[in-house]
């Protein structure tokens, strides 16, 4: 397993989601320790991409004992045409947690994962999401790849050197 089931870093646990994470969430139960906005739409898109016990699966962001908002992969790495081995993330936190460097964090914790198996990271993002290209930007998403079918731009980090 690349990652951890609970990636720890500076300020915030990434915890993967738990069955029971899960079906609150499926049926619009709040639990204790979620902020006000959480779930968000795109945190309850994520719930399609839960399998049980997979490490490249939806996680939460929290900091301290509040659930901020969700980040995993859309499954687990793959080998792209390069034959190198690439996984797709995702991220996003509840308005009131932005601008705090609470994403970045978050993506470089799971990152350090990725990094020390050789795995290759790709994001898409709106082109007027400036915040999170900015996060990407400051992670080293480095090469972009253009816009897919919706638009977004789709950046990619490179596996960092000696990984």
């Known amino acids: 397993m690349v990652l951890p089931a609970v990636v720890v870093t500076e300020r915030l646990r990434l915890p993967l989601w738990t069955a029971d994470d899960v079906a609150a969430l499926r049926a619009g139960v709040r639990r204790p320790g979620w902020h006000a906005d959480f779930p968000r739409r795109d945190d309850l898109d994520a719930v399609t991409l839960w399998r049980d016990g997979d490490p490249w699966g939806p996680r939460s962001i929290v900091r ?58 790709r994001a898409s993002v709106r082109p007027d999401n400036t915040a999170s290209i900015r996060v990407l930007a400051t992670c080293r998403f480095t090469e972009l790849r253009g816009a897919d079918e919706e638009g977004q731009l789709v950046m990619a980090r490179p596996v960092r050197d000696g990984a």
């Open 64 to 121: 301290g004992s509040t659930v901020l908002g969700s980040i995993g992969f859309f499954g687990p790495a793959e080998e792209a045409a390069d034959g190198v081995e690439e996984a797709e993330v995702g991220y996003g936190l509840v308005a009131e947690a932005r601008g705090w460097g609470f994403a970045t964090e978050a993506l470089l914790g799971l990152l350090a994962g990725t990094d020390a198996a050789g795995v290759r990271v």
